[in-house]
Protein backbone atom coordinates (compact mmCIF):
# COMPACT_ATOMS: atom_id res chain seq x y z
CA UNK A 1 0.00 0.00 0.00
CA UNK A 2 1.66 3.57 -0.66
CA UNK A 3 2.72 5.78 1.89
CA UNK A 4 1.05 9.80 2.07
CA UNK A 5 2.59 11.52 -0.57
CA UNK A 6 2.80 15.24 -0.45
CA UNK A 7 3.79 17.91 -3.40
CA UNK A 8 5.87 19.55 -4.42
CA UNK A 9 8.76 18.32 -2.22
CA UNK A 10 10.44 22.07 -2.43
CA UNK A 11 9.13 25.44 -3.29
CA UNK A 12 10.66 28.87 -2.64
CA UNK A 13 8.29 31.73 -2.40
CA UNK A 14 8.85 35.35 -1.50
CA UNK A 15 6.88 37.62 0.95
CA UNK A 16 3.26 38.82 0.05
CA UNK A 17 2.49 35.54 -2.10
CA UNK A 18 0.28 32.37 -1.21
CA UNK A 19 1.06 28.65 -1.92
CA UNK A 20 -0.91 25.92 -1.65
CA UNK A 21 0.72 22.22 -0.62
CA UNK A 22 -1.43 19.40 -1.58
CA UNK A 23 -1.39 15.81 0.26
CA UNK A 24 -2.49 12.76 -0.81
CA UNK A 25 -3.66 10.61 2.58
CA UNK A 26 -2.62 6.45 2.22
CA UNK A 27 -5.65 4.51 0.44
CA UNK A 28 -8.57 4.26 3.10
CA UNK A 29 -7.72 6.58 5.01
CA UNK A 30 -10.43 9.48 5.97
CA UNK A 31 -8.72 11.81 8.09
CA UNK A 32 -5.77 14.15 6.73
CA UNK A 33 -4.09 16.06 9.40
CA UNK A 34 -1.49 19.42 8.70
CA UNK A 35 1.70 19.99 11.07
CA UNK A 36 4.05 22.80 10.31
CA UNK A 37 7.87 22.30 11.86
CA UNK A 38 10.64 25.11 12.66
CA UNK A 39 13.39 25.38 14.73
CA UNK A 40 12.16 27.31 16.93
CA UNK A 41 8.70 26.32 17.11
CA UNK A 42 9.10 22.14 16.49
CA UNK A 43 5.79 20.21 15.38
CA UNK A 44 2.81 22.27 16.11
CA UNK A 45 -0.56 20.89 14.77
CA UNK A 46 -2.75 23.45 12.10
CA UNK A 47 -5.59 21.34 11.35
CA UNK A 48 -7.45 18.52 10.91
CA UNK A 49 -9.74 17.45 7.79
CA UNK A 50 -12.23 14.56 7.99
CA UNK A 51 -14.99 13.56 5.77
CA UNK A 52 -14.00 17.37 3.95
CA UNK A 53 -14.94 18.91 7.10
CA UNK A 54 -12.21 20.69 9.12
CA UNK A 55 -12.57 18.99 12.28
CA UNK A 56 -9.57 20.38 14.84
CA UNK A 57 -7.97 23.46 14.29
CA UNK A 58 -4.65 24.58 15.74
CA UNK A 59 -3.66 28.20 17.34
CA UNK A 60 -2.67 29.37 13.68
CA UNK A 61 -3.86 32.58 11.83
CA UNK A 62 -6.34 32.70 9.52
CA UNK A 63 -3.86 33.18 6.20
CA UNK A 64 -3.54 29.45 6.72
CA UNK A 65 -6.23 27.56 5.58
CA UNK A 66 -6.83 23.91 3.87
CA UNK A 67 -9.56 21.89 2.59
CA UNK A 68 -10.20 18.23 1.70
CA UNK A 69 -12.08 16.54 -1.31
CA UNK A 70 -14.03 13.45 -1.69
CA UNK A 71 -11.67 11.33 -2.96
CA UNK A 72 -9.94 12.04 0.88
CA UNK A 73 -6.94 14.20 -0.59
CA UNK A 74 -6.55 17.46 0.93
CA UNK A 75 -4.55 20.96 0.19
CA UNK A 76 -3.01 23.36 2.72
CA UNK A 77 -3.05 26.95 1.66
CA UNK A 78 -1.21 30.13 3.14
CA UNK A 79 -1.86 33.31 1.64
CA UNK A 80 0.07 36.70 2.05
CA UNK A 81 3.74 34.81 3.02
CA UNK A 82 5.93 36.05 5.78
CA UNK A 83 9.18 35.15 6.28
CA UNK A 84 7.78 33.04 9.08
CA UNK A 85 5.99 30.74 7.37
CA UNK A 86 9.54 29.29 5.74
CA UNK A 87 9.02 25.20 6.97
CA UNK A 88 8.70 21.77 6.72
CA UNK A 89 5.14 21.35 6.20
CA UNK A 90 3.94 17.68 7.10
CA UNK A 91 0.67 15.98 6.66
CA UNK A 92 -0.47 12.85 8.30
CA UNK A 93 -3.38 10.73 7.55
CA UNK A 94 -5.37 8.01 10.09
CA UNK A 95 -8.07 5.61 9.44
CA UNK A 96 -10.61 7.63 11.27
CA UNK A 97 -10.79 10.77 12.45
CA UNK A 98 -10.71 9.86 16.22
CA UNK A 99 -8.50 10.74 18.81
CA UNK A 100 -7.06 7.70 18.90
CA UNK A 101 -6.08 6.50 15.17
CA UNK A 102 -2.25 6.07 14.82
CA UNK A 103 -1.18 8.50 12.30
CA UNK A 104 1.27 7.95 9.14
CA UNK A 105 3.56 10.63 7.98
CA UNK A 106 4.32 12.06 4.34
CA UNK A 107 7.75 13.08 3.40
CA UNK A 108 6.77 16.50 4.10
CA UNK A 109 7.16 20.35 1.98
CA UNK A 110 10.04 21.98 2.78
CA UNK A 111 8.90 26.10 2.06
CA UNK A 112 11.46 29.10 1.74
CA UNK A 113 10.43 32.34 1.71
CA UNK A 114 12.41 34.78 0.67
CA UNK B 1 -3.62 22.09 26.93
CA UNK B 2 -1.38 18.61 27.17
CA UNK B 3 2.19 19.64 27.38
CA UNK B 4 5.25 16.70 26.83
CA UNK B 5 8.51 17.31 27.71
CA UNK B 6 11.22 14.76 26.48
CA UNK B 7 14.27 13.67 28.10
CA UNK B 8 17.39 14.12 27.88
CA UNK B 9 17.55 16.80 24.45
CA UNK B 10 21.11 15.40 23.48
CA UNK B 11 22.44 12.10 23.91
CA UNK B 12 25.65 10.74 22.25
CA UNK B 13 26.54 7.35 22.37
CA UNK B 14 29.34 5.02 20.79
CA UNK B 15 27.80 2.12 18.40
CA UNK B 16 26.51 -0.54 20.53
CA UNK B 17 25.44 1.30 22.90
CA UNK B 18 21.89 0.92 24.35
CA UNK B 19 19.81 3.87 25.31
CA UNK B 20 16.49 5.24 27.11
CA UNK B 21 14.84 8.08 26.01
CA UNK B 22 12.04 9.56 28.03
CA UNK B 23 9.19 11.00 27.55
CA UNK B 24 6.91 12.80 29.93
CA UNK B 25 2.94 14.07 29.64
CA UNK B 26 1.21 16.17 31.75
CA UNK B 27 -2.45 14.95 31.68
CA UNK B 28 -4.44 11.36 30.75
CA UNK B 29 -3.70 10.31 26.98
CA UNK B 30 -5.51 8.21 24.81
CA UNK B 31 -2.89 8.17 22.07
CA UNK B 32 1.08 8.17 22.20
CA UNK B 33 2.97 7.81 19.32
CA UNK B 34 6.97 7.42 19.48
CA UNK B 35 8.77 8.59 15.60
CA UNK B 36 12.50 8.91 14.30
CA UNK B 37 12.36 11.90 12.32
CA UNK B 38 15.03 10.99 9.51
CA UNK B 39 17.73 13.50 8.06
CA UNK B 40 15.50 14.45 5.23
CA UNK B 41 12.91 14.90 7.48
CA UNK B 42 9.99 12.75 7.06
CA UNK B 43 8.99 10.83 10.16
CA UNK B 44 8.81 7.09 10.43
CA UNK B 45 6.33 5.77 12.86
CA UNK B 46 7.93 3.40 15.59
CA UNK B 47 5.19 2.83 18.13
CA UNK B 48 1.70 3.41 18.45
CA UNK B 49 1.65 2.77 22.09
CA UNK B 50 -1.02 4.43 24.38
CA UNK B 51 -0.52 1.37 27.47
CA UNK B 52 1.98 -1.32 28.04
CA UNK B 53 5.31 -2.83 26.23
CA UNK B 54 5.68 -3.22 22.84
CA UNK B 55 9.18 -4.63 21.18
CA UNK B 56 10.34 -4.21 17.29
CA UNK B 57 13.92 -5.52 16.77
CA UNK B 58 16.12 -3.73 19.04
CA UNK B 59 13.36 -0.96 19.77
CA UNK B 60 10.97 -1.16 22.42
CA UNK B 61 8.69 1.10 23.96
CA UNK B 62 6.41 0.92 27.53
CA UNK B 63 3.67 3.91 27.96
CA UNK B 64 2.76 3.91 31.95
CA UNK B 65 -0.31 5.36 31.36
CA UNK B 66 -1.44 5.98 34.91
CA UNK B 67 1.99 7.94 36.04
CA UNK B 68 2.29 9.83 32.73
CA UNK B 69 5.65 8.70 30.78
CA UNK B 70 7.03 6.70 28.20
CA UNK B 71 9.93 5.34 27.73
CA UNK B 72 11.91 4.67 24.40
CA UNK B 73 14.94 1.86 24.60
CA UNK B 74 17.11 1.24 21.71
CA UNK B 75 19.42 -1.79 21.99
CA UNK B 76 22.98 -2.03 20.21
CA UNK B 77 22.74 1.24 18.25
CA UNK B 78 23.66 1.61 14.83
CA UNK B 79 24.89 4.39 13.61
CA UNK B 80 21.63 4.73 11.31
CA UNK B 81 19.49 4.98 14.46
CA UNK B 82 20.54 8.33 14.70
CA UNK B 83 18.53 11.40 14.17
CA UNK B 84 15.75 13.56 16.20
CA UNK B 85 13.39 10.92 18.51
CA UNK B 86 9.73 12.45 18.96
CA UNK B 87 6.93 11.53 21.13
CA UNK B 88 4.09 12.70 20.42
CA UNK B 89 0.30 12.14 22.19
CA UNK B 90 -3.63 12.83 21.56
CA UNK B 91 -4.31 14.78 18.14
CA UNK B 92 -0.81 15.24 17.98
CA UNK B 93 1.12 17.54 20.56
CA UNK B 94 5.08 16.53 20.24
CA UNK B 95 7.53 16.89 22.58
CA UNK B 96 10.60 18.60 21.59
CA UNK B 97 12.36 15.65 20.54
CA UNK B 98 15.86 13.44 21.39
CA UNK B 99 18.24 13.77 19.18
CA UNK B 100 20.48 10.60 19.27
CA UNK B 101 23.43 11.14 17.49
CA UNK B 102 25.83 7.35 17.46
CA UNK B 103 29.26 7.66 16.62
CA UNK B 104 31.30 4.96 14.71
Known amino acids: KAGVTQTPRYLIKTRGQQVTLSCSPISGHRSVSWYQQTPGQGLQFLFE???????NKGNFPGRFSGRQFSNSRSEMNVSTLELGDSALYLC?????????????FGPGTRLTVL | GIQVEQSPPDLILQEGANSTLRCNFSDSVNNLQWFHQNPWGQLINLFY???GTKQNGRLSATTVATERYSLLYISSSQTTDSGVYFCAVQKLVFGQGTRLTINP
Open chain 2, 49 to 51: IPS
Open chain 1, 92 to 104: ASSFAGGMYNEQF
Open chain 1, 49 to 55: YFSETQR
